[in-house]
Each structure stands twice: as C-alpha cells, then as structure tokens.
C-alpha cells in the first residue's frame, strides 16, 4: 500500500526533514509513525498526500509513482486518502452531517447515497444522534471523532492522521486509537503519527520511529507487563 525507497526531502534553505527513508507498509495495517517534534512525521504524511515532493527517491502509494505522477493529478490521489489532524478543521458554519458529507458533496454523490453513508459513518464513531449538532457545542473528543467520520465516509483505503490525540485526555485518547484498529479491521490501511508512546505501546502495532529524519527503528512494540 505504502513503499518508501530510499526518500529524503531537503526543503529550500537547506532544511533535511527526511533522510534516505526506506519501509513497507501492506495493505489492511495500522501501523504507527513516532519521533520528536520535528523528526519529519509530517513532512512524511503530506508526501504521501502529494502535499510535498520528495527530493530524491521514491514515493509508491497503492502501486503509483507518485513522484511520476503531474501536479494535476494529485487531487485524484488524496480522493483515496483519508486525513485526520490534530485541530479537526471542522467548518463551525456548517452542521456535524454536513462536515462528514463534505467529501462526498465536492465528489458529485447523489443525495440520498450521501445521507446514508453520512450516518453509516457517524454511528460507527457513536454520533448518530448528534448529527444535526454545531461543532462547537461538541467536545474536543467529540469533535475529532467527527473529524475521523468524515475521513472515512468516501470508504478510503487508506487512512492518515497526524497527531489526532494531542489535544485529548488519555481515556479520550485510548478511544479514539481503538475506533482505528476497528477501522482497520475493515481493511483500511491507518497509518497514525503520534508522540504519545505510552498509549502507542499500549496498542502493540508495528512502529516507525524517526529520529531527524531518519528511520532508526521499525519494532512491532509490546505493552508493558507489569511486574
């Protein structure tokens, strides 16, 4: 699903935000991406978006080139990409439905498929009955499972979030990570850049870790056995 071959990106100014990169990701994996604050998570992230270029190297996403691909066809690439942030990016003018059906609005989709796959998606993040709600009158946890419903509304194959715990509570946080592996047990591809490594343990997933824009370790990690 997702290949890096050895990938850096150099922004102008001389900025290395990723070194000689190099990993595998198959299809239907959760797999987590860790690292300081400016280790290149994000920069990683909008590469796989086509957000960024890679500098040298390769990047190959459900079997295209991306660095082969023009500029023009990148709003195709992220139709089969669902993206999660850490702020949510909700339109506070518009209602919870209409923030997940979002994506499928500029998708051309009819209206009564829309509706459906609107409530398929926010039952299955447990806000069905919030539907019709403001995002402001929702919770932070609330809002970022919003947020999580309109990433998958589309049925993605892949799905991306950058740092979508950090303004949560670790019980908050805990449930949000486990709405991910049920996604993931659905066949999507999650790939989730987080700094919070004790709840990243907790969930044993394969683990990327990146250290000033290196890949310094790929470990499956284990929870911690109390003794």
């Known amino acids: 699903m997702i290949r890096f071959e050895h990938v850096s990106k150099r922004y102008p100014g001389g900025q290395q935000a990723l070194a000689d990169v190099n990993f595998h990701i198959t ?3 959760l797999v987590f991406l860790t690292g300081h604050s400016g280790a290149g998570k994000s920069t990683l992230l909008r590469l796989i978006m086509m957000l960024e270029r890679a500098s040298r190297g390769q990047v190959i996403v459900n079997g295209r080139n ?7 066809q990148a709003p195709q ?22 923030n997940v059906a979002l994506p499928l609005m500029i998708a051309g989709m009819r209206y009564g498929e829309i509706r459906k796959r609107v409530r398929a998606a926010l039952d299955k993040v447990g806000l069905l009955s919030r539907e019709k709600s403001w995002p402001l009158a929702l919770s932070g946890g609330e809002q970022q ?8 509304v589309a ?3 892949l799905l991306l979030a950058d740092e979508p715990t950090g303004n949560l509570d670790p019980e908050l ?13 659905q066949g999507v591809t999650v790939l989730i850049a987080s700094h919070d490594l004790e709840l990243v343990r907790r969930m044993a997933c394969r683990t990327l870790v990146l250290s000033k824009g290196r890949l310094v370790d790929d470990v499956f990690t284990r929870p911690a056995v109390a003794g």
């Open 155 to 157: 049925m993605p194959p």
């Open 66 to 72: 991306l660095n082969r691909l023009p500029d023009r």
């Open 145 to 152: 499972r919003v947020g999580i419903a309109r990433a998958i």
């Open 27 to 29: 299809p239907g994996s």
């Open 173 to 185: 946080s805990w449930e949000l990570f486990g709405l991910f592996r049920e996604v993931c047990d």
């Open 77 to 98: 690439v992220r139709q089969q990409i669902g993206m999660i942030f850490q702020d949510h990016k909700l339109l506070t003018d518009k209602t919870v439905h209409d």
